[in-house]
């Protein structure tokens, strides 16, 4: 098994797992599905990064239990600040805001959805990937053409994302 392509299988399962986590929690809270999120296509890439670093984390430090949970309530929590910060800065869009919650950070992290993170990425590691790491294994040849036909999808709306929010800030800068 080549580690970097399964690392991107992860990453384009998982960003597309947040979409829907998103979806589901969106329309739990207000009764409707999200309308605006930064890519235009189903997949919110903070939680692909998020659980391919942890999977590659588990591998280092799979009998280090209470290490794999701290790394479960770090490294989401430090994806979203840094996925916040330059989301507000680079192209002056606010997708989310803990401001109104206690113990937050910033408004761009809060304890509340840390430990949300904590709970759904350590159960992730241990009850889904092993099943994602079994199919991968015999279906790896399959999936690598799926990988590819769907990374460069991810890049194009990526790309056609950046260069129209840079376009809006021009435009409302001049």
């Not at 930064?38 to 590659?56: A, C, R």
């Not at 994602?132 to 991810?154: D, Q």
């Amino acid at each position: 098994m080549n580690l970097i392509n399964y690392t991107l299988f992860n990453f384009i399962i998982y960003s597309f797992i947040g979409w829907i986590i998103e979806e589901v929690y969106c329309f739990c809270i207000t009764g409707k599905f999200k309308e605006d999120g930064f890519l235009i296509g189903p997949f919110k890439p903070m939680y692909g990064i998020t659980v391919s670093i942890l999977i590659i984390l588990k591998n280092y430090f799979s009998d280090y239990t209470t290490l794999i949970l701290i790394f479960c309530f770090f490294t989401p929590s430090i994806i979203e600040y840094i996925s916040g910060y330059l989301l507000r800065e680079i192209f002056n869009k606010v997708y989310w805001d803990y401001s109104n919650l206690k113990y937050n950070f910033k408004g761009l992290v809060s304890l509340k959805f840390s430990i949300s993170w904590t709970l759904m990425t350590f159960f992730g590691l241990k009850y889904i990937e092993p099943s994602l790491l079994n199919m991968f294994i015999r279906n790896e040849a399959m999936l690598i053409k799926l990988i590819v036909f769907l990374l460069v999808y991810l890049l194009v709306d990526f790309y056609i994302t950046v260069h129209n929010l840079l376009e809006i800030n021009r435009v409302n800068n001049m």
